[in-house]
């Protein structure tokens, strides 16, 4: 009982500062004058009451969290943040006399926190700047709790692959305790993503787009999530210098930010090179990229080259590195371009980054184990550890990412036939699926780049909410928490 609480201490302290995030979009409510300043002021309130009270009724049992502890704690914080972050929402939508059910409005905030991009809303175009704003900052915000989650929090709870990328982490971590030294790492991390952000932010800047768009698409480049200002997304642009700062930096977003930092301190390409991830992540979504464009000059959805190549390199960079942005309604093309792009969205990202999926590092893993599998059939007394670069990988990592991999294949199957039962075709079930566990957005069919999620219905809108955290979390984070061996002493 005594760890529940001081899991719960951390969670009111979370929601605490959390909370004074909604200052943000209130300030520019307040200055702007717009129509959701007084959701911003009630808002801020009930979500610092909540907040508070659960700090206070907690502080008591402060105390240093064990790995173990971890597990509920990341569930329940990135579960309950979403209620706070809802709140904003569900108060404007009630003052314009729209009201928002709470299923919609829980599934925008989560979707903004797991970068996922997926929106019920419309008309966006005429949303106050307050509210767009608290959309995409969400997705800002998000990206940064999963560098904390990918390189600080999931090594130590033993989700396979991210053991791996431990090394590439700056600063040594312990085993056992979640130490003031995940904070350093966390301080390092933030440091590079708010300085990418930053040089993101003036380039949309410099290539034409106003200091609003600019910040806001900065926000939903760099976490990866993809929400826009605008209905229409980047057609609203119609820029090809505006779709290139996109491609840069959604790149830059999906390799791994320990990688980033240790190149930024060495003043060196070098940690590029050397990681494991990195180079097979910028070959398979570039070389797809340019098979696609390709694809859709000789299927003649386009009949000039340079303009195959901006919409096919633009939309799958966008969708393999889990962002979700479109100039072009991709839906329409023939089904192997959207179906692989989908699929590169379930494993290109690098660990460590901001993007969804397996993971690049699981796939490789994989693929290593294979091929040893395969030795060892030819020559069974060989001995053909896998090895990332000089590294001998522990088999229990192995273990750990088939398990994985096995969940992950067993969730896409049971949330499909959910979908499907509710009354989805088959295309917009899987779609929608992979697209939610993959924190990808768009989906296939009615749920495509010009589709909305607003069509579902309730239930089939909470599979996809939940998708969409299990997703986030990888899985067995969460699932453990439903197993009765957690909950024994």
């Not at 210098?241 to 390409?269: C, D, K, P, W, Y």
């Not at 999926?357 to 030819?378: C, D, S």
């Not at 989805?424 to 924190?439: C, E, P, R, S």
Request: with cysteine.
């Amino acid at each position: 009982m005594k760890r529940l609480l001081a899991t719960l201490y951390v969670l009111g302290l979370t929601m605490v500062v959390f909370a004074l995030t909604m200052l943000i979009p209130l300030g520019v409510a307040w200055f702007g004058e717009d129509k959701g300043l007084k959701a911003f002021i009630e808002g801020f309130g009930i979500a610092m009451g909540i907040g508070a009270g659960v700090w206070l009724l907690t502080h008591r049992w402060r105390s240093e969290l064990h790995a173990r502890d971890g597990f509920l704690l990341v569930s329940i914080v990135w579960a309950g943040l979403p209620l706070l972050a809802s709140i904003p929402f569900l108060l404007y939508y009630h003052d314009i006399g729209q009201p928002l059910s709470f299923t919609h409005a829980y599934f925008e905030a989560m979707s903004g926190l797991t970068t996922t991009g997926a929106t019920v809303l419309t008309g966006l175009d005429d949303l106050p700047r307050s509210i767009n704003l608290w959309r995409v900052t969400l997705i800002w915000m998000g990206g940064m709790g999963i560098l904390v989650l990918a390189v600080a929090i999931l090594p130590l709870l033993g989700v396979g692959g991210h053991q791996v990328v431990r090394a590439e982490t700056p600063g040594p971590m312990k085993d056992e305790r979640l130490t003031p030294r995940i904070a350093s790492t966390a301080k390092a991390l933030y440091a590079v993503y708010f300085g990418f952000s930053i040089v993101c932010f003036l380039a949309y800047r410099a290539v034409g787009l106003s200091w609003f768009d600019a910040w806001a698409h900065m926000a939903t480049t760099m976490g990866l999530g993809g929400f826009s200002t605008y209905d229409s997304g980047f057609l609203q642009f119609n820029s090809v210098a505006v779709e290139l700062v996109a491609i840069f930096f959604m790149l830059i977003s999906g390799i791994s930010f320990a990688t980033h930092f240790n190149a930024l301190r060495q003043r060196s390409f070098k940690p590029y090179l050397t990681c494991p991830q990195t180079i097979p992540y910028l070959t398979v979504v570039l070389g797809a990229g340019l098979v696609i464009s390709v694809f859709l000059l000789l299927k003649h959805v386009y009949t000039d080259p340079l303009q195959a190549l901006r919409y096919g390199m633009f939309n799958t960079v966008s969708v393999a590195t889990t962002t979700g942005f479109a100039n072009a309604d991709y839906g329409s093309w023939p089904l192997f371009a959207p179906l692989t792009m989908l699929l590169l969205s379930a494993f290109a990202t690098s660990a460590g980054s901001t993007g969804g999926g397996i993971k690049m590092i699981r796939v490789i893993l994989l693929i290593k184990q294979a091929r040893n599998e395969l030795i060892t059939m030819l020559h069974p007394h060989a001995v053909s550890p896998v090895r990332i670069g000089t590294r001998i990988v522990d088999q229990r990592v192995i273990f750990s990412v088939l398990a994985f991999m096995l969940v992950y294949g067993l969730s896409v199957g049971v949330l499909s036939s959910l979908l499907l039962l509710s009354g989805l075709d088959l295309t917009t079930a899987f779609g929608a699926v992979m697209a939610m566990i993959n924190n990808t957005g768009p989906g296939l069919g009615a749920l495509g780049p010009t589709g909305n999620y607003g069509v579902l219905s309730d239930f089939q809108v909470w599979v996809c909410t939940f998708a969409m955290l299990i997703g986030r979390l990888e899985l067995l984070t969460v699932l453990v928490l439903f197993t009765p061996w957690f909950w024994r002493k």
